[in-house]
């Protein structure tokens, strides 16, 4: 069962305005996030994350927030531009099972139409 | 700069041939991993290993094995190809918590 879902499988943004990602989770005991990003006939690169004890982490462009109690996290992109144009992921880890292996989301392809 | 590196970018194989997928990572981690990604499904854990000849099973793990003889290195291995195994392969590492991946390998099996 899919614990980490990214219900929207595509996104189109005009260059210039605000992206915003969405990732829902089911597993409560989650303590971190990634986003990533993926460009065509590459591996994803990290991108930004947030602890579950923040609401929120930006970075430049980039911000990220968490809804605990909803269980929902959004990647915001602002001012969008054309080379973000790539395949973003969520992802999703839990400490206390002492594995490091993270949840991936289904991704979004994000277009910034120029 | 974190380098993870797969022998191959493309890959076109036989059904019934035994295929190997070689990744290096060249920053000492511990944790190293391979996915495969479809579209619509994301990328999905094939197998991991934490430490030397360890491997552990992840979420797909069918019709594939894996091999950790060095600390840098993991392997994955097709058995027998099959045609329901075209995807890209994607490996990681990671010390903590962020992976870090290759290019990618994609591979076609006809």
């Known amino acids: 069962d899919q614990q980490v879902k990214q219900n929207s499988p595509s996104l189109s943004v005009q260059e210039g305005r605000i992206s915003i990602l969405n990732c829902d989770y089911t597993n409560s005991m989650f303590d971190y996030f990634l986003w990533y990003k993926k460009y065509p006939a590459e591996g994803p690169t990290f991108l930004i994350s947030?602890?579950?004890?923040?609401d929120k982490n930006e970075d430049g462009r980039f911000t990220v927030f968490l809804n605990k109690s909803a269980k929902h996290l959004s990647l915001h992109i602002v001012p969008s531009q054309p080379g973000d144009s790539a395949v973003y992921f969520c992802?999703?880890?839990?400490?206390?099972?002492?594995?490091?292996?993270?949840?991936f989301g289904t991704g979004t392809r994000l277009t910034v139409i120029p | 700069d974190v380098k993870v590196t797969q022998s191959s970018r493309y890959l076109v194989k036989r059904t019934g041939e035994k295929v190997f997928l070689e990744c290096v990572q060249d920053?000492?981690?511990?944790?190293m991993f391979w996915y495969r990604q479809d579209p619509g499904l994301g990328l999905r854990l094939i197998y991991f290993s934490y430490d030397v000849k360890m491997k552990e099973k992840g979420d797909i793990p069918e019709g594939y094995s894996v091999s950790r003889e060095k600390k840098e290195r993991f392997s994955l291995i097709l058995e027998s190809a099959s045609t329901n195994q075209t995807s890209m392969y994607l490996c990681?590492?990671?010390?903590?918590?962020?992976?870090?991946f290759g290019p990618g390998t994609r591979l076609t099996v006809t």
């Open positions: 990681a590492s990671s010390l903590f918590v962020e992976q870090y």
């Open positions: 992802a999703a880890i839990e400490f206390e099972t002492g594995a490091n292996n993270l949840f």
């Open positions: 947030i602890s579950s004890i923040k």
């Open positions: 920053m000492d981690h511990e944790n």
